[in-house]
């Protein structure tokens, strides 16, 4: 599986990035999922949606960001509103090769290339 993210970039708090993540080389993948890293600490969980398009936020980012999925075209976009200078990270999307916890980073086995978003104040 080859997962492509976009959509990073730079904006002023309180703003919106959309980020997209196209999967290519399976026709169908269990659940996808986004993660970031800021400079310094771990990767952390954000969001996932499963194919049957149940849904899991951080609590940091609930009521904020809103995960939706293409399943026809295996792609998963994370729409980022209200954005805070702490939300700035390299965002990662990734997918599994067999369902585990979409909520852990050890669930995912493919991962994409990572996209940088800025949040300034």
């Known amino acids: 599986v080859q997962l492509q993210a976009c959509g990073g970039g730079l904006v002023q708090a309180g703003g919106s990035l959309r980020l997209s993540c196209a999967a290519s080389?399976?026709?169908?993948?269990?659940?996808m999922g986004w993660f970031r890293q800021a400079p310094g600490k771990e990767r952390e969980f954000v969001a996932a949606s499963r194919g049957d398009y149940t849904t899991y936020y951080a609590d940091s980012v609930k009521g904020r960001f809103t995960i939706s999925r293409d399943n026809a075209k295996n792609t998963v976009y994370l729409q980022m509103n209200s954005l805070k200078p702490g939300d700035t990270a390299v965002y990662y999307c990734a997918a599994p090769v067999f369902y585990k916890d979409p909520t852990k980073s050890g669930g995912y086995d493919y991962w994409g290339q990572g996209t940088q978003v800025t949040v300034s104040s």
């Open positions: 080389g399976r026709t169908f993948i269990t659940y």
